[in-house]
């Protein structure tokens, strides 16, 4: 999956979840969400811009983005970010996402393992009304995203990958810890038995 993909994939699954929120808030709310991941404030506001509705459609929001000047959001009178289009593209991201978790397997074993995967990352999302705070909520669906990125072995599975989500992880651990099993399993699986992470 391309780098512009992965952050596409990022900020349209971050914006899914901010219903009644069409505003520059959650935008620099994104952003700096999006420094957890080496995504760039200029490079998130450049892909936002293009997916406007002025542009792609893929959400419902109009961006005028000046460097100089500043950002202005027009918001359309929307409640929620993803237009209809912008829903089915991002799960187009997804299922190329998933895709690429299972490319050396053969074709039955990729999508049994595509949905497997799936599967575990929707249970864990699931938990989201759980959560107490909104912030908490935001943090989970970056915790299952960058699973995502670790399940599909495009990001290096090595010691302390997930350091920066520990004292989520450690606050919400009830909550968590059974949709957190079988990932944890297949992760530990990969690291301790199937690959050498040494460089």
Not at 55 to 84: I, M, P, R, Y
Not at 137 to 145: D, G, R, S
């Amino acid at each position: 999956m391309e780098f512009e993909d992965r952050m596409r994939e990022f900020i349209l699954s971050f914006l899914e979840t901010q219903s009644d929120q069409v505003n520059l808030k959650t935008v620099q709310t994104l952003i700096d969400y999006g420094k957890n991941n080496n995504y760039r404030a200029p490079k998130i506001l450049n892909e936002l811009a293009k997916m406007d509705q002025k542009h792609e459609e893929v959400l419902t929001a109009t961006f005028d983005v000046d460097f100089v000047d500043g950002v202005k959001l027009f918001d359309n009178h929307a409640s929620k970010w993803l237009t209809k289009k912008g829903s089915n593209y991002l799960q187009e991201l997804k299922h190329e996402q998933s895709k690429n978790d299972t490319i050396d397997f053969p074709q039955e074993d990729a999508l049994s393992d595509a949905t497997q995967f799936d599967g575990y990352l929707a249970q864990l999302t699931s938990i989201r009304s759980s959560l107490k705070s909104q912030s908490d909520k935001v943090t989970l669906q970056e915790f299952a995203l960058e699973l995502r990125h670790l399940l599909a072995d495009t990001k290096k599975l090595d010691k302390g990958a997930l350091n920066k989500f520990k004292p989520f992880v450690d606050r919400n651990w009830n909550e968590l810890s059974t949709p957190m099993t079988p990932i944890l399993v297949e992760l530990s699986r990969r690291f301790l038995i199937e690959n050498s992470y040494d460089d």
